[in-house]
């Protein structure tokens, strides 16, 4: 399995400063700033958010994958990750983890549906590597 590889670069001070971050894919290669992981509406990225989209992108290929081996295909599956950063103490830390999943899959009935949705959540490689943080699943079957 290839070894995964991101950068990170800061100049100037914690405030003031900005920073660029560069998947190694070279898929993304963005700014980031104190004010884009701080405040609302900057157009700059976050850790946050990138940690957010890998959490949607990786439970929506495990419930896939549970569907697939199943022999079941789906339609459509949409995943929206929101991941809250907060002041615990005198640092920050990432709280929780809350994952919004719509989806389409013709011939299935919720309740199996929420039992792969749940299997996904609990053995996708990010939500074991964020273990420590709270990850709520909000799943809805279209």
Known sequence: MPTRKAAAEWKGNLTEGSGQLILGSGSFDGP??????FEEGQSATNPEELIGAAHAGCFTMALTAQL??????????HTDAKVKLEKVGEGFSITTIEL?????????????????ALDAKLNCPVS???AGTAIRLNTKLL
């Open 32 to 37: 980031y700033s104190f004010k884009s992981r």
């Open 128 to 130: 074991k590597a964020l």
């Open 68 to 77: 697939s081996r199943a022999g079941i295909t789906p339609t459509r599956i």
């Open 100 to 116: 919004e999943t719509e989806a389409n899959i013709p011939g299935i009935d919720d309740a199996t549906f929420q039992k792969y």
